[in-house]
C-alpha cells in the first residue's frame, strides 16, 4: 500500500533511520532543582545511552545552570530510539497568567519551521505534481522574465537562487491571515536575481516564499492547510500549528516571547505591538505583528511534536525514504564539515550525519536536530531573549556524539 495514504505501521516505519520510531517515555531520574521534569519511565539500554544525556548528566547540568542565571525558559528534550532519554521545562509561559512551560507548551519556530516548506514541495515531487528542475514560471506567472526561466526549484529549496529580497516592513502591524498572505506574496515577487542561479544565497526571503506559493498553486489550498494537513496532521503533531496573534494571546498551551529591551527590562512582546527589538540583526522587530507566520516560514510546535516529526522523516510517514534521503543530504558545501541541504544545514559531527534546523526572533529561540544513524532527536524550545542557542545546541551534539561540532551549523 502506498505510505501516503496509510497512517498506521508498516515495514518502512519500523525500520527508519537507526531504529527511530514513534516518541515514547522519559527516563527517570531526580530533575535539578527549578526544573519541571517529564514522565518517567524505563530508557532504551544503557549501553547505548552515554552519561552526558541522563537525568544529572553534563547537559542537564549546564541547561539547569543557564535556567538559575535566567538565561533560560522553555524546554529541552533528548530522545533515544523512540525514548525520552532528558526531558526538563523551565521558566514561565505566560508571566502575567503565572503558566509554566512544560512539554505540552508550543513555542514559535521561527526559521526552524522552514523544513516544512521543502517536505512540502518533496511530497509533490513524488506524487509527480512538480519536479525539482522545474522553473518558478512552470507554475508562478507574475515573475520577471530572468527568475521564471533561469530560477529551479531545486535552486531555491537549497539556497542557490541567486535572488535577493527586498528588506520587510517589520513595523507593519498585520491584521489578517488574507493581509499577512497578499504582502508576502507581492514581497517575494519584488526579488531581484542579483546573481547566477547556482550561486549560494545568504537568507532571501524569495528561497521559501516562492517554493510555499508553487505548494499553493499545485494543492490548491493555503500553505498552511496545506502543512497542517499532510505534516502536523500525518505526524500526529497534535501540539502544532500556524497560530494567530489572537491564539497567541488566548491559548495557554503556547509560550509567550520574552523580549528584551534597550533598558534591559523584558516585556510579553505579543502583549505590546508597540516594542521593537535593539538588537542589530532584527532590530525593531516584533514577530507578534505579523498576526500569522509568513507562508514557508515559521509556526508552533511542542518539543515531543517536533520528535515526532524527526521520526516521520525516517519511517515513511510523510515522504518516501529516497525522497526523506533527497530532503537531507548534502546539496552545497559550507564550512569544514558542514553542508546545505534542502532549507537545512547537515554536518559530521564525530563521524555521524546531524541534521537540524535553528530559528529565532525577538524573544524566540528554536533548534530541532535529529542523529540519524544513532537515533537520537534533540530538541531545544525557548522563550526569553539572552538564551545562547548556539552554545546550547553544541552540548547538545558534544552530549550525544562525544564531540563537538566544529564549525558547521546555520539557522
Excluded at 531526580?30 to 548528566?57: C, F, K, M, N, V
Aim: proline letters at 6%; glycine letters at 14%; charged letters at 20%.
Amino acid at each position: 500500500m502506498d505510505p501516503d495514504s496509510v497512517g498506521g505501521i508498516n515495514r518502512r516505519r519500523l525500520l527508519g533511520w537507526g531504529g527511530l520510531a514513534a516518541a515514547g517515555a522519559v527516563a527517570a531520574g531526580a530533575p535539578p532543582a527549578g526544573a519541571r521534569p517529564g514522565h518517567a519511565d524505563q530508557a532504551s539500554a544503557d549501553s547505548e545511552i552515554p552519561p552526558a544525556t541522563r537525568p544529572g548528566g553534563a547537559y542537564d547540568q549546564y541547561v539547569a545552570k543557564l535556567a538559575a542565571e535566567g538565561r533560560f525558559s522553555g524546554v529541552v528534550l533528548l530522545s533515544h530510539r523512540g525514548r525520552t532519554v532528558l526531558s526538563r521545562s523551565y521558566g514561565m509561559a505566560d508571566r502575567e497568567k503565572g503558566i509554566r512551560n512544560h512539554e505540552g507548551i508550543a513555542f514559535s519556530l521561527g526559521s526552524a519551521g522552514k523544513p516544512f516548506g521543502a517536505v512540502a514541495v518533496l511530497q509533490l515531487a513524488q506524487q509527480g505534481k512538480l519536479s525539482l528542475s522545474d522553473t518558478v514560471g512552470t507554475h508562478l506567472k507574475g515573475y520577471a522574465k530572468d527568475i521564471a526561466e533561469q530560477v529551479t526549484i531545486h535552486h531555491l529549496l537549497s539556497g542557490t537562487s541567486g535572488l535577493s529580497t527586498p528588506d520587510e516592513d517589520v513595523q507593519r502591524i498585520f491584521q489578517s491571515r488574507e493581509e499577512v498572505h497578499e504582502y508576502y506574496e507581492r514581497w517575494v515577487r519584488q526579488s531581484t536575481l542579483v546573481a547566477a542561479p547556482g550561486t549560494r544565497t545568504s537568507h532571501s526571503g524569495a528561497d521559501v516564499g516562492i517554493p510555499a506559493s508553487i505548494v499553493e498553486a499545485v494543492s490548491g489550498k493555503t500553505y498552511w492547510d496545506y502543512v497542517q494537513e499532510n505534516i502536523f496532521g500525518r505526524c500526529g503533531m497534535t501540539g502544532s500549528a500556524f497560530r494567530t496573534r489572537q491564539e497567541w494571546l488566548t491559548d495557554e498551551h503556547i509560550a509567550h516571547p520574552y523580549m528584551t529591551l534597550a533598558d534591559g527590562s523584558q516585556v510579553d512582546a505579543v502583549r505590546h505591538l508597540d516594542k521593537g527589538s535593539p538588537s542589530p540583526d532584527v532590530l525593531g522587530k516584533n514577530p507578534g505583528r505579523a498576526f500569522i507566520d509568513a507562508p514557508g516560514d515559521g509556526g508552533f510546535a511542542t518539543a515531543p511534536d517536533l520528535v515526532r516529526f524527526a521520526h516521520a522523516l525516517g519511517d515513511g510517514t510523510v515522504l518516501h525514504r529516497p525522497w526523506a534521503e533527497l530532503l537531507t543530504g548534502a546539496k552545497i558545501p559550507h564550512s569544514g564539515s558542514s553542508f546545505g541541504a534542502y532549507d537545512m544545514p547537515v554536518r559530521i559531527v564525530n563521524g555521524q550525519w546531524v541534521l537540524g534546523r535553528g530559528g529565532g526572533n525577538p524573544g524566540v529561540s528554536a533548534n530541532w536536530n535529529i542523529y540519524p544513524h544513532t537515533g537520537w532527536v534533540g530538541v531545544v524550545l525557548g522563550n526569553c531573549d539572552g538564551l545562547p542557542l548556539q552554545e546550547i545546541t553544541g552540548r547538545e551534539m558534544r552530549a550525544v556524539t562525544g564531540a563537538s561540532p566544529g564549525d558547521g551549523g546555520g539557522g
